[in-house]
């Protein structure tokens, strides 16, 4: 299976497709999204919402040609960034698989319209250690952080990332710390203004005071299948950390500051699972396992027993999406 996202990438993106569509299927049959998610304030997912008309199906078809079309995106900036080989798509892949791994995950949660904001913003600390002057750089980050915070709340805790990665870049100037906040700041600030005029400002106050207090860690609530695929992820980010470190190949310095800062956002990523619920939809965990995944993948030499192991996962995951059509809940 290695080799064949090594060759062909036409091929690659037709395979995939496929199996976004077919882990997507049950999302349409079951039609499970209009669960009252206990979300707070989401100005910028409910004026989507409003803009497809309150439909399940619409707003599901919408999600999911989104997520199809990150997919390929964020596969591209990995290759850019030299985590994963050009002209592969092994990233796609595993996104795909770790992204879809839970039926709860192919709805129209408001992490999912968040997600390529999210990654915008990564995308974007990863370039400033090679550009001279980063201000630019830095004050994008904090909107693109802004913005998906309002779709997704615990989006925002993003900043304390970027000011981490800020540090493991070796940047003194207190001013570059200042600027994602200002970038951060900026879109509240517009939104504020434009609820004041619009004499709504006690109400948005309130909203955003509790929607904040909201962001805390609450109980790992879990069925039992969610638990065993929590226990999967973990191990394989481990085992993916640890093959990562222990490889020479392609270990630039830029790659060497982009693989540190990708590990304190496994960090973050552990604790947003905890941070609202359904916890199986604060995705961004499944985010950053499948890029430790595919980042490792691409030092393996020895592809037989890991070809099989992603065979399994792959008929694992697509049985778990299609266990709720036949009344299965474990």
């Not at 965990?285 to 099989?308: E, G, R």
Request: hydrophobic share 55%.
């Amino acid at each position: 299976m290695l080799k064949f996202f090594k060759h062909s990438y036409i091929a690659q993106a037709v395979v995939i497709v496929l199996l976004i569509a077919v882990l997507w299927i049950p999302a349409f049959l079951t039609q499970s999204n209009d669960q009252a998610y206990e979300y707070p304030t989401t100005p910028m997912y409910d004026f989507v919402l409003g803009i497809m008309g309150n439909s399940n199906i619409a707003m599901t078809i919408f999600v999911m040609l989104l997520f199809g079309s990150c997919v390929f995106v964020f596969n591209s900036m990995m290759t850019v960034d030299n985590l994963v080989p050009r002209y592969s798509s092994i990233f796609s892949f595993v996104m795909v698989l770790c992204m879809c791994c839970v039926p709860i995950n192919n709805n129209y949660y408001p992490f999912l319209i968040a997600l390529p904001l999210m990654v915008m913003a990564q995308q974007t600390v990863f370039l400033i250690y090679n550009v001279e002057k980063p201000e630019r750089y830095l004050m994008n980050t904090g909107i693109f952080i802004a913005v998906g915070s309002m779709f997704y709340i615990p989006a925002i805790l993003m900043i304390f990332w970027v000011l981490f990665a800020l540090i493991v870049h070796g940047i003194r100037e207190m001013r570059l710390y200042l600027i994602p906040i200002v970038g951060l700041a900026t879109p509240y600030i517009l939104m504020a203004t434009i609820i004041y005029i619009s004499g709504n400002s006690m109400e948005f106050i309130n909203d955003y005071a509790n929607a904040f207090t909201s962001i805390g860690l609450t109980k790992l609530e879990i069925t039992t299948m969610e638990k065993v695929v929590l226990l999967v992820m973990i191990i394989l980010s481990v085992l993916s950390i640890l093959k990562i470190w222990s490889s020479n190949v392609n270990n630039l310095i830029s790659t060497r500051h982009r693989k540190k800062v990708t590990m304190v956002l496994f960090c973050l990523s552990v604790l947003m699972l905890f941070t609202q619920n359904p916890v199986m939809s604060n995705g961004y965990f499944f985010m950053i396992v499948s890029i430790l995944v595919s980042m490792a993948l691409c030092y393996v030499k020895k592809t037989k027993l890991v070809d099989i192991v992603m065979v399994v996962l792959m008929i694992a995951v697509i049985v778990n999406q299609y266990l709720p059509l036949f009344g299965i809940k474990i």
